[in-house]
């Protein structure tokens, strides 16, 4: 079945990507490949990826969809495992585990079975989200190398919080809080995302963990991924399903929130909400139509989108459309909708084809 909406996933962006974040630490790379992908599609990312030197998920599904598609790369559970019943299935697959909880611990501690898990024990130096206290790392690495379930050494993570600001002193202080926490503990160290490893060289350690970078999109609010050397990934498209001329006064889609101030060529694009073109997006929006451009005028609906052509005239039925993607920014997208760019690439629905190329 065709759908109008679809997107475009570019390999050898993705390659390319991966190849210049390579070139911004010298550091092993752990590619950050969660939620799909962050709605890539996460088999064709994996494939693309296959030269990072592991793979990052947050979900046991995630990790088996990895290995069923016959990939053999090293896989870091980023959350670790949730219940004891995921035990069997993370063995099976050879994750590696992040022990981030007591409960955690405890699973680990209480197996009999002779597999031993390779773990990466994540400390929090000032997210207060995941992660054990700094001051218990070398108790807690004691213990984890006591426990037969466990294959040593223990390697040690954190995660920034604030990276993605370079003005802001907390990176600089987790860093330390961390270096200080190891020590000279063995096993190797990850603290960096994309904005660390980008803004942040000390954060680089023995392996970093790009995200949003790899897909070619920048996690700084006043930066686009192009600024930084990288090429978008994901093109989001569809096409004109009607092209009228509006006559001054007429109004436009639901609660007529857009008025024409003069006879007006308004377009119909096969897109929406249901899409996950978010309905944030105001009117003056941009949309690609080849070279020229278009602007949202009115809400968007959950199917369609309404377009001014005013500066498009030779936009007809059938041409095709452009939300984001290589000259549009899904960055600008996302400043435009009040969010950031993580939100609008994971936010594109099961219904979008994705083709790969
Ligand atoms: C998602 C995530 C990353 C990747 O972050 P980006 O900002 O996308 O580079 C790295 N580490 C952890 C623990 C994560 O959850």
New binding site residues.
């Given amino acids: 079945m065709n759908r109008a909406a679809r997107a475009t996933i570019d390999s050898s962006a993705l390659r390319a990507n991966l190849r210049t974040l390579r070139g911004a630490c010298d550091a092993r790379i752990m590619a950050?490949i969660?939620a799909d992908g962050y709605g890539h599609g996460i088999v064709p990312v994996a494939r693309a990826l296959a030269d990072a030197d592991a793979f990052a998920v947050a979900r046991l599904e995630e990790a088996l969809s990895i290995r069923e598609a016959g990939m053999h790369n090293r896989i870091i559970l980023?959350e670790g495992l949730f219940h004891a019943e995921q035990l069997a299935l993370a063995a099976q697959l050879g994750l590696e585990l992040v022990v981030h909880a007591p409960q955690q611990l405890q699973m680990l501690e209480s197996l009999t079975q002779s597999h031993r898990y390779p773990v990466w024990l994540k400390l929090d130096t000032g997210m207060n989200r995941l992660g054990f206290e700094p001051g218990a790392a070398a108790g807690l690495v004691r213990r984890l190398s006591a426990c037969g379930a466990v294959q040593g050494p223990i390697q040690l993570m954190t995660?920034l919080a604030n990276a993605d600001d370079p003005d802001d002193a907390t990176t600089a202080r987790q860093v330390e809080l961390f270096s200080d926490a190891v020590g000279d503990l063995p096993g190797e160290r990850t603290i960096a995302?994309?904005?660390g490893m980008l803004a942040w060289p000390e954060s680089c350690a023995d392996w970093v963990?790009?995200?949003?970078?790899l897909y070619g999109v920048s996690?700084f609010a006043s930066k686009n991924g192009t600024d930084l050397g990288l090429r978008p990934v994901m093109t989001l498209v569809s096409e004109l399903i009607a092209v009228k001329t509006v006559a001054a006064g007429g109004r436009v889609g639901y609660g007529g929130a857009w008025t024409a101030s003069h006879p007006t060529r308004i377009g119909v694009a096969a897109v929406g909400y249901g899409d996950g073109y978010p309905r944030h997006l105001g009117s003056g929006t941009p949309v690609r139509l080849g070279a020229a451009t278009g602007r949202i005028a009115g809400r968007i609906s959950m199917d369609m989108i309404t377009i001014d052509l005013e500066d498009a005239p030779d936009a007809k039925v059938g041409d095709e459309v452009m939300l984001w993607g290589d000259g549009l920014p899904v960055e600008t997208l996302a400043r435009l909708a009040g969010t950031i760019p993580y939100e609008l690439l994971c936010g594109v629905t099961r219904r979008v084809a994705m083709r790969v190329v």
Avoid at 209 to 213: D, S
């Fill in positions: 950050v969660k980023l995660h995302n994309t904005a963990r790009p995200g949003i970078g996690p």
